[in-house]
T-cell receptor, first 114, second 115 residues
Framework: EAEVAQSPRYKITEKSQAVAFWCDPI?????LYWYRQILGQGPELLVQ????????DSQLPKDRFSAERLKGVDSTLKIQPAELGDSAMYLC????????????FGQGTRLTVV | AQSVTQPDIHITVSEGASLELRCNYS??????LFWYVQSPGQGLQLLLK????DTLVQGIKGFEAEFKRSQSSFNLRKPSVHWSDAAEYFC?????????????WGLGTSLAVNP
């Protein structure tokens, strides 16, 4: 069964350092989402791609976060510099092109900033 | 404004008891509705979805949900809960208008199951 792949699963980094997360969506899925989920809360959309184009990054803290999906396939989310408040689960999801489709999630990357 | 409300932050039920998790939404267009489940430290797994048609939808793991347009609700139910159902449950609403495929999420309901 096709899955959304994310790496790493866990990351510990010191504040002020740079950190990057990678996501490989299900093959053929044009829509890709990056979410941040703080413990005990729901997912918060950071950025949404349609193919290689950003559709919505209104909640992305652009002074320190960046995201790219250069070839419209896999994607990278970067934080530089990391802050203590960035500690969270970062989830990637993808969604097929059809009208009646749902989002499929990866296992997530648990980030701890120390 | 588009929003999803899950009124119950935390619910505890006994194993074998019935379960209903509430979800209310506000959405300007025809809503596509979803329930996802998340086990600790894991990603989200789709339980069921509603796009159109029969308002009672069946999902995986014995869950079902009923769409009530007049009440703007999409409540999740299970007739007999198992200990393995303990998890976080999220309701979401979205659309498919052009590039507007953003999902609006509730804050989740944490389910605990007593043996």
């Amino acid at each position: 069964e096709a899955e959304v792949a994310q790496s790493p699963r866990y990351k510990i980094t010191e504040k002020s350092q740079a950190v990057a997360f990678w996501c490989d969506p299900i093959s053929g899925h044009a829509t890709l989402y990056w979410y941040r989920q703080i413990l005990g809360q729901g997912p918060e959309l950071l950025v949404q791609f349609q193919d290689e184009s950003v559709v919505d990054d209104s909640q992305l803290p652009k002074d320190r976060f960046s995201a790219e999906r250069l070839k419209g396939v896999d994607s990278t989310l970067k934080i530089q510099p990391a802050e203590l408040g960035d500690s969270a689960m970062y989830l990637c999801a993808s969604r097929g092109q059809g009208a009646l489709t749902e989002a499929f999630f990866g296992q997530g990357t648990r980030l701890t900033v120390v | 404004a588009q929003s999803v409300t899950q009124p119950d932050i935390h619910i505890t039920v006994s194993e074998g008891a019935s379960l209903e998790l509430r979800c209310n939404y506000s959405y300007g267009a025809t809503p596509y509705l979803f329930w996802y489940v998340q086990s600790p430290g894991q990603g989200l797994q789709l339980l069921l979805k509603y796009f159109s048609g029969d308002t009672l939808v069946q999902g995986i793991k014995g869950f079902e949900a009923e769409f009530k347009r007049s009440q703007s609700s999409f409540n999740l139910r299970k007739p007999s809960v198992h200990w393995s159902d303990a998890a976080e449950y999220f309701c979401a609403v979205g659309g498919n208008a052009g590039n507007n495929r953003k999902l609006i999420w509730g804050l989740g309901t944490s389910l605990a199951v007593n043996p």
